[in-house]
């Protein structure tokens, strides 16, 4: 009759093999944290592409929880988004774009405001490549929520400062009519000499169409003595657009009242008429002079 192996035998057996195949408990631990080291000098090196590489390695091997995959995707956002920036500062560097650079970096703006100090580093950035070609004439930066409910009922700008209705800045303006006919704000233009630059600019953000027939703008750039410059802009889409007008030579759009002349541009007035007994309901931003440029 064969004898089997007693139990104290099988045991000892499990527990060797056990010993000799299985890693000790805490061994997981220092490869996770030896990995994290590396990839915080990677990091700290701004060695940003091979920290993405190191931190989708370190997600597969070592997040465990839904918390811990967070924490990384955090890491290679902040990676992703640090690496972006850097390649839009070289690139300008090496050849001077600065429409394209501008547009580049207002997009990484937008995408990762969570990121606050990146994108604070990334607006620096623009700003100073914005001001090569760029003359700001109104960012709606400095406009006020109005407190008191009477003067409020009277007024038809106000501040937005919800991310996804601001291009440029931290907040842009809500300009409304509660009654519908026209409404009109004026801007005085500090920079006298518009003919130095190629494009009037701004970014409008209509809500919804107004029936059948369309918002319209008016445009008003005055040089004095009775003489301006103005242009009309029908508002018939929905969502945002830029207004990208051209000021000079043949391709100019706009008209003339009197005779006026670029280099001496004083006031803008602005104008939205809308059909009567309705409200038109729009956002504005960014309301600038360009020059044409890359």
Not at 127 to 152: G, M, N, Q, T
Not at 250 to 257: A, Q
Request: aromatic share 12%.
């Amino acid at each position: 009759m064969a004898i089997g192996p007693s139990p104290w035998r099988t045991y000892l057996g499990v527990t060797l093999s056990l010993l000799l195949v299985a890693p000790p408990f805490h061994q997981d631990d220092g490869k996770k944290e030896a990995a994290m080291t590396v990839i915080q000098a990677l990091m700290k090196d701004k060695n940003w592409k091979d920290a993405v590489k190191k931190l989708k390695s370190y997600k597969r091997k070592y997040a465990k929880t839904g918390e811990e995959e967070a924490k990384v995707d955090l890491m290679i956002d902040r990676a992703k988004t640090s690496q972006q920036l850097a390649k839009i500062r070289a690139e300008y560097q090496k050849k001077a774009r600065p429409r394209k650079a501008s547009e580049a970096l207002r997009k990484l703006i937008r995408k990762h405001g969570d990121l606050e100090d990146l994108t604070a580093e990334a607006k620096t950035l623009l700003e100073a490549i914005r001001s090569v070609y760029v003359y700001e004439i109104e960012d709606f930066e400095d406009l006020e929520e109005e407190k008191d409910p009477k003067v409020k009922k009277r007024r038809f700008m106000f501040p937005v400062t919800d991310p996804k209705f601001v291009q440029h800045g931290e907040q842009s303006c809500r300009w409304t009519s509660v009654f519908g006919g026209s409404t009109a704000h004026g801007f005085q233009v500090e920079e006298q000499d518009w003919s130095k630059y190629d494009f009037f600019c701004m970014w409008i953000y209509n809500e919804r169409k107004a029936g059948k027939r369309p918002i319209h703008m008016r445009l008003e750039a005055t040089s004095g003595g009775g003489h301006s410059y103005s242009y009309w802009q029908a508002i018939d889409w929905v969502g945002w657009r830029e207004i990208r007008i051209p000021l000079l030579g043949r391709k100019s759009r706009f008209g003339k009242i009197g005779n006026p002349t670029w280099k001496s541009i004083g006031y803008l007035s602005m104008y939205f008429d809308d059909m009567p007994g309705h409200q038109f309901d729009m956002i504005i931003d960014d309301i600038r002079l360009e020059k044409a440029v890359k």
